[in-house]
């Protein structure tokens, strides 16, 4: 009662929308007089005249109007099609950075061009995002006629575009392309090895054309780089049987230690148990060489570039065999090497040890050694689209889901009436009592529309059904066409002619959006066929005056017998699924209408509808073959549904809130590598991370005994255990020097170190050594690390029963092994750096190749009802009293498979120079 009175005071929330929108559309309408009076020369000439007055400080905001005018009018005299007032709204809440709403039909393609363009105008770049590349391709090329009048570039990104090509895209004011691919663009640009590489400039501005889907359908599941490292097993396996020969450096009996000072011990190795490092004596190197040799691993010398990587396998080998015990350190089960955790002893589902040691492990406990297909990146839509400055988007469907997109993005959706009011006949739904009389009952309806000349769209939710339908259809004789989402062009062609007299055009969910459907057919389309794809624009034009009145005679017709039929064959899990469906109907005032198909073995009804629905139906004798519509099912279906939007939308949300700790941690890492690709000092902060390690030493020194020469000497020992640095200056010399000298003294030497390095083969070619290792090691630990994150997920997941919060526990977690990988990646970087020996090298400035692996870029859609599989939010994000993890979901084979995107981008030779620099086979650097 008291929300109606409120209502009624204040207006609903569209009414209140629109009225501020209706004063912008009166400015944009007065000044269009002035834009219809230029000349076409003036265009551009305004169009730079904004960009100036942009740059003297005007709002985009004060410049709306002019701006949106000049569009509307460029709109007019290149496509012939002046923007409606409508449109120039939608146009406007774009602008804002806001969902607008505008059905089917009504012109979105158009109606965002407006806003594009007056936000290209700050030269930060604006992308308008499709469903897929077909659409892409079509809405540049559609409205590219008008960008060019008005003086600005557009560009489009697609799938098997090279790089040089995508950067050239990017650079365009406005660029059209899919969401795959904008995503896989940014993760690849975050996995290159220089800044030149990188192709996007940027995430200002982003329009989303339906947006609905790509935010709620597609969200459920991530983007994904991944790639197969080369398999090599078979060393580790090979070193695991070797490792036994070498020899451990004696130890001084009397200290338990290995002597002190630079005279090598007799042995092979040495152990760090404290760190859990190997270092090995010159001893030991040729200890290995002659293993390798022997076994006919290597034929030429240990310390060439192609062999030097078995110092790898074998440092691994030892740790695992010397440093890292059964039982103690992890467990075996279920034929699975396990993490132990060394503080709190829980066992580490699925967590991996990294740099090759859990793979020694397995190989010490000769159980399989696994070789894996590694995710090298990954992201949800959510967080890429979170990263612009503005987003905006536009569907036919938001309203449904109003409140996910303001609590997840916090967009606003802003409803915009059709410009003609839609007179389709949305009646009730048919229910039966099962599939079989449901499908029967579907043909008597189809064959009888179809002879009648009305066409028909059939909606189904899988390919499955629309084959089973389709071969129906077949049985009895009735001609008609299956769209599944294989073929873009080609379902465009199709959907262009849905309309058609007598058409009768199966379709599931998937297919059929970003078309409209003309009564009658299309006269464009079909005069395109007619003069050939090649044809002139002459050819053309003759073609369309002999399709135009054709079209018009069959509009007419086909308006008579009622317009364009939606008949869905079942529910889909939400309701604005259902309405996109509806709404390819009765576009632009013309007439149409739409009925769902119901049985109580569809997969909703089983699963959502409750036992009500059954025992209801009884009531009513249903019988046999019988059909039942009453305005109390719709009700119950519609509740139905809502609880399968509600689940879906906390599995979005916990899936989300799940990749918030990712997402933090991906900023992070990418922007401490972009740091690093664009640092031409990187010794600056090797020297500093060799300093903050001295730190540690010094302040331990300063803490420890009163006997001078053994502090030194137990000093020296670590400084050359963890940076593997000789001072000059001998222990006494060390001894007798007051402490604030002391500290001097080192961290002197330790800068002269690397200046020398430095000194000796140029500070650039030191820089990109150090880049290279740096991004190898920054790439591969993150990779691991992404795997522990993911076996985090599922083992917090289990925690839920011990009455912990597992999204908590997570996050703590989570932010605890993130800090130790970033520590790790620093000091052994500097450790390296201060340990490499320099020698001169050809150095090959050979080009450099974007991706150090073949890349596979997977985004895996959901299909209908089905749950994600267990290693992912369902699962991870169970609460403790159960709740949304009860419900356990047939999962739908077919769907996710059709859907999957594949590409491999350019592949890196295992001969070509490393794309590092470092002149090295890229087998025997970054690729090993
Ligand atoms: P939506 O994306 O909203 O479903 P589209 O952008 O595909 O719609 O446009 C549907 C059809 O409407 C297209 O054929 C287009 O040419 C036409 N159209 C759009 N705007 C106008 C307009 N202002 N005047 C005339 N036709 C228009
Ligand atoms: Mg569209």
Same mark, same amino acid.
């Given at each position: 009662?008291?929300?109606?009175?409120?209502?009624?005071?204040?207006?609903?929330?569209?009414?209140?929308?629109?009225?501020?929108?209706?004063?912008?559309?009166?400015?944009?309408?007065?000044?269009?007089?002035?834009?219809?009076?230029?000349?076409?020369?003036?265009?551009?000439?305004?169009?730079?005249?904004?960009?100036?007055?942009?740059?003297?400080?005007?709002?985009?905001?004060?410049?709306?109007?002019?701006?949106?005018?000049?569009?509307?009018?460029?709109?007019?005299?290149?496509?012939?099609?002046?923007?409606?007032?409508?449109?120039?709204?939608?146009?406007?809440?774009?602008?804002?950075?806001?969902?607008?709403?505008?059905?089917?039909?009504?012109?979105?393609?158009?109606?965002?061009?407006?806003?594009?363009?007056?936000?290209?105008?700050?030269?930060?770049?604006?992308?308008? @995002?499709?469903?897929?590349?077909?659409?892409?391709?079509?809405?540049?090329?559609?409205?590219?006629? =008008?960008?060019?009048?008005?003086?600005?570039?557009?560009?489009?990104?697609?799938?098997?575009?090279?790089?040089?090509?995508?950067?050239?895209?990017?650079?365009?004011?406005?660029?059209?392309?899919?969401?795959?691919?904008?995503?896989?663009?940014? !993760?690849?640009?975050?996995?290159?090895?220089?800044?030149?590489?990188?192709?996007?400039?940027?995430?200002?501005?982003?329009?989303?054309?339906?947006?609905?889907?790509?935010?709620?359908?597609?969200?459920?599941?991530?983007?994904?780089?991944?790639?197969?490292?080369?398999?090599?097993?078979?060393?580790?396996?090979?070193?695991?049987?070797?490792?036994?020969?070498?020899?451990?450096?004696?130890?001084?009996?009397?200290?338990?230690?290995?002597?002190?000072?630079?005279?090598?011990?007799?042995?092979?190795?040495?152990?760090?148990?404290?760190?859990?490092?190997?270092?090995?004596?010159?001893?030991?190197?040729?200890?290995?060489?002659?293993?390798?040799?022997?076994?006919?691993?290597?034929?030429?010398?240990?310390?060439?570039?192609?062999?030097?990587?078995?110092?790898?396998?074998?440092?691994?080998? %030892?740790?695992?065999?010397?440093?890292?015990?059964?039982?103690?350190?992890?467990?075996?089960?279920?034929? #699975? &090497?396990?993490?132990?955790?060394?503080?709190?002893?829980? @066992?580490?589902?699925?967590?991996?040890?990294?740099?090759?040691?859990?793979?020694?492990?397995?190989?010490?406990?000769?159980?399989?050694?696994?070789?894996?297909?590694?995710?090298?990146?990954? =992201?949800?839509?959510?967080?890429?689209?979170?990263?612009?400055?503005?987003?905006?988007?536009?569907?036919?469907? *938001?309203?449904?889901?109003?409140?996910?997109?303001?609590?997840?993005?916090?967009?606003?959706?802003?409803?915009?009436?059709?410009?003609?009011?839609?007179?389709?006949?949305?009646?009730?739904?048919? @229910?039966?009592?099962?599939?079989?009389?449901?499908?029967?009952?579907?043909?008597?309806?189809?064959?009888?529309?179809?002879?009648?000349?009305?066409?028909?769209?059939?909606?189904?939710?899988?390919?499955?059904?629309?084959?089973? %339908? +389709?071969?129906?259809?077949?049985?009895?004789?009735?001609?008609?066409?299956?769209?599944?989402?294989?073929?873009?062009?080609?379902?465009?062609?199709?959907?262009?002619?849905?309309?058609?007299?007598?058409?009768?055009?199966?379709?599931?969910?998937?297919?059929?959006?970003?078309?409209? =459907?003309?009564?009658?057919?299309?006269?464009?389309?079909?005069?395109?066929?007619?003069?050939?794809?090649?044809?002139?624009?002459?050819?053309? +034009?003759?073609?369309?005056?002999?399709?135009?009145?054709?079209?018009?005679?069959?509009?007419?017709?086909?308006?008579? &017998?009622?317009?364009?039929?939606?008949?869905?064959?079942?529910?889909?899990?939400?309701?604005? =699924?259902?309405?996109?469906?509806?709404?390819?109907?009765?576009?632009?005032?013309?007439?149409?209408?739409?009925?769902?198909?119901?049985?109580?073995?569809?997969?909703?009804?089983?699963?959502?509808?409750?036992?009500?629905?059954?025992?209801?139906?009884?009531?009513?004798?249903?019988?046999?073959?019988?059909?039942?519509?009453?305005?109390?099912?719709?009700?119950?279906?519609?509740?139905?549904?809502?609880?399968?939007?509600?689940?879906?939308?906390?599995?979005?949300?916990?899936?989300?809130?799940?990749?918030?700790?990712?997402?933090?941690?991906?900023?992070?890492?990418?922007?401490?590598?972009?740091?690093?690709?664009?640092?031409?000092?990187?010794?600056?902060?090797?020297?500093?991370?060799?300093?903050?390690?001295?730190?540690?030493?010094?302040?331990?020194?300063?803490?420890?005994?009163?006997?001078? +020469?053994?502090?030194?000497?137990? !000093? %020296?020992?670590?400084?050359?255990?963890?940076?593997?640095?000789?001072?000059?200056?001998?222990?006494?010399?060390?001894?007798?020097?007051?402490?604030?000298?002391?500290?001097?003294?080192?961290?002197?030497?330790?800068?002269?170190?690397?200046?020398?390095?430095?000194?000796?083969?140029?500070?650039?070619?030191?820089?990109?050594?150090?880049?290279?290792?740096? %991004?190898?090691?920054?790439?591969?630990?993150?990779?691991?690390?992404?795997?522990?994150?993911?076996?985090?997920?599922?083992?917090?997941?289990?925690?839920?029963?011990?009455?912990?919060?597992?999204?908590?526990?997570?996050?703590?977690?989570?932010?605890?092994?993130?800090?130790?990988?970033?520590?790790?990646?620093?000091?052994?970087?500097?450790?390296? @750096?201060?340990?490499?020996?320099?020698?001169?090298?050809?150095?090959?400035?050979?080009?450099?190749?974007?991706?150090?692996?073949?890349?596979?870029?997977?985004?895996?859609?959901?299909?209908?009802?089905?749950?994600?599989?267990?290693?992912? *939010?369902?699962?991870?994000?169970?609460?403790?009293?159960?709740?949304?993890?009860?419900?356990?979901?047939?999962?739908?084979?077919?769907?996710?498979?059709?859907?999957?995107?594949?590409?491999?981008?350019? #592949?890196?030779?295992?001969?070509?120079?490393?794309?590092?620099?470092?002149?090295? #086979?890229?087998?025997?650097?970054?690729?090993?």
């Amino acid at each position: 009662m008291l929300q109606n009175f409120l209502t009624l005071l204040l207006g609903s929330k569209h009414e209140r929308d629109l009225k501020e929108l209706v004063p912008i559309v009166q400015r944009i309408n007065a000044l269009e007089p002035e834009a219809m009076a230029l000349a076409e020369a003036d265009f551009p000439v305004r169009t730079a005249e904004f960009k100036r007055r942009i740059a003297g400080g005007e709002s985009l905001d004060v410049l709306l109007p002019e701006a949106y005018a000049l569009a509307r009018e460029a709109a007019r005299r290149k496509l012939g099609e002046r923007l409606f007032d409508v449109q120039l709204m939608g146009g406007v809440v774009l602008h804002k950075g806001k969902i607008v709403e505008m059905k089917t039909g009504e012109g979105k393609t158009l109606a965002s061009v407006p806003s594009a363009y007056l936000n290209s105008l700050t030269g930060a770049g604006v992308h308008i @995002i499709t469903v897929n590349d077909y659409l892409a391709e079509r809405d540049a090329a559609w409205m590219g006629p =008008i960008y060019s009048l008005l003086g600005v570039s557009v560009g489009v990104i697609l799938s098997q575009m090279d790089n040089a090509q995508r950067k050239e895209s990017y650079a365009r004011d406005i660029t059209y392309g899919t969401n795959n691919e904008f995503g896989f663009d940014y !993760l690849r640009d975050n996995m290159c090895w220089s800044p030149a590489e990188k192709v996007q400039r940027g995430h200002a501005f982003s329009i989303v054309d339906e947006i609905d889907n790509i935010l709620i359908d597609e969200a459920r599941t991530p983007l994904i780089i991944s790639g197969m490292a080369e398999d090599d097993t078979f060393k580790f396996a090979e070193v695991n049987k070797l490792v036994d020969q070498l020899v451990e450096c004696e130890k001084d009996p009397a200290t338990g230690a290995y002597p002190e000072g630079n005279v090598d011990s007799a042995g092979d190795f040495k152990l760090e148990e404290k760190n859990k490092r190997v270092t090995f004596t010159d001893q030991g190197m040729n200890a290995i060489e002659g293993l390798l040799l022997k076994r006919g691993l290597i034929r030429d010398s240990l310390f060439i570039d192609e062999n030097f990587e078995y110092i790898h396998y074998f440092t691994q080998a %030892l740790r695992a065999h010397k440093l890292f015990n059964k039982d103690v350190d992890y467990v075996l089960q279920d034929g #699975k &090497v396990q993490i132990v955790d060394e503080f709190t002893g829980r @066992i580490l589902y699925g967590r991996r040890y990294s740099e090759g040691l859990h793979q020694a492990i397995e190989a010490k406990e000769r159980i399989k050694i696994a070789q894996r297909n590694r995710t090298l990146a990954t =992201i949800t839509f959510q967080n890429y689209f979170r990263m612009y400055g503005k987003l905006a988007g536009m569907t036919g469907t *938001a309203d449904t889901e109003a409140q996910e997109f303001s609590k997840i993005y916090n967009l606003d959706v802003v409803v915009i009436p059709t410009n003609r009011p839609v007179i389709r006949d949305d009646t009730d739904d048919v @229910i039966y009592l099962t599939e079989e009389e449901k499908l029967a009952a579907i043909c008597d309806e189809i064959q009888q529309l179809h002879t009648k000349g009305q066409p028909v769209l059939v909606g189904t939710i899988s390919i499955e059904k629309s084959e089973v %339908l +389709s071969r129906m259809l077949v049985g009895r004789g009735i001609r008609h066409e299956v769209l599944n989402a294989k073929n873009h062009a080609r379902e465009a062609l199709i959907i262009s002619e849905a309309g058609a007299e007598g058409s009768v055009t199966i379709a599931t969910n998937m297919a059929g959006r970003g078309t409209d =459907i003309k009564l009658g057919g299309n006269a464009e389309f079909r005069a395109r066929r007619k003069a050939g794809t090649q044809g002139t624009a002459d050819q053309y +034009s003759a073609a369309i005056a002999v399709e135009y009145p054709k079209w018009q005679a069959d509009y007419q017709v086909v308006k008579s &017998v009622g317009g364009l039929h939606v008949l869905g064959t079942e529910r889909h899990e939400a309701r604005r =699924i259902d309405n996109q469906l509806r709404g390819r109907s009765g576009r632009q005032g013309d007439p149409g209408s739409s009925r769902f198909y119901i049985s109580l073995d569809d997969d909703l009804m089983r699963l959502f509808g409750g036992e009500n629905i059954k025992g209801l139906m009884s009531r009513f004798g249903m019988k046999k073959g019988e059909p039942i519509v009453h305005p109390w099912l719709n009700n119950s279906i519609a509740k139905a549904q809502t609880k399968v939007e509600e689940r879906n939308f906390e599995i979005r949300k916990h899936l989300l809130e799940y990749d918030d700790v990712l997402n933090e941690q991906r900023k992070f890492i990418y922007a401490r590598r972009d740091e690093i690709i664009s640092d031409p000092r990187l010794t600056e902060r090797v020297i500093a991370t060799g300093e903050e390690l001295w730190a540690v030493i010094f302040e331990k020194y300063a803490h420890s005994g009163e006997n001078r +020469s053994a502090k030194v000497a137990a !000093l %020296l020992a670590e400084l050359r255990e963890s940076l593997f640095f000789d001072p000059q200056l001998g222990a006494e010399e060390l001894a007798a020097l007051p402490a604030e000298e002391l500290d001097a003294t080192i961290r002197g030497g330790l800068r002269r170190n690397i200046e020398e390095k430095a000194g000796e083969i140029g500070e650039e070619l030191l820089n990109r050594f150090i880049m290279a290792e740096y %991004l190898r090691s920054i790439d591969s630990r993150w990779q691991d690390h992404l795997e522990n994150l993911e076996a985090l997920r599922e083992a917090v997941s289990l925690r839920a029963y011990s009455q912990k919060n597992p999204l908590l526990e997570y996050k703590l977690e989570g932010f605890q092994i993130f800090d130790e990988m970033l520590y790790e990646i620093k000091t052994a970087i500097a450790r390296k @750096i201060f340990k490499v020996r320099i020698q001169k090298a050809p150095v090959q400035h050979g080009p450099s190749a974007r991706a150090p692996l073949a890349l596979q870029a997977s985004h895996s859609a959901m299909g209908q009802f089905t749950a994600p599989s267990s290693h992912s *939010a369902l699962a991870a994000s169970a609460p403790a009293g159960g709740g949304v993890a009860a419900i356990s979901m047939k999962q739908n084979a077919s769907q996710p498979e059709a859907a999957q995107v594949k590409r491999t981008t350019a #592949k890196v030779g295992r001969n070509d120079p490393c794309p590092c620099g470092s002149g090295k #086979k890229y087998k025997y650097c970054h690729g090993q």
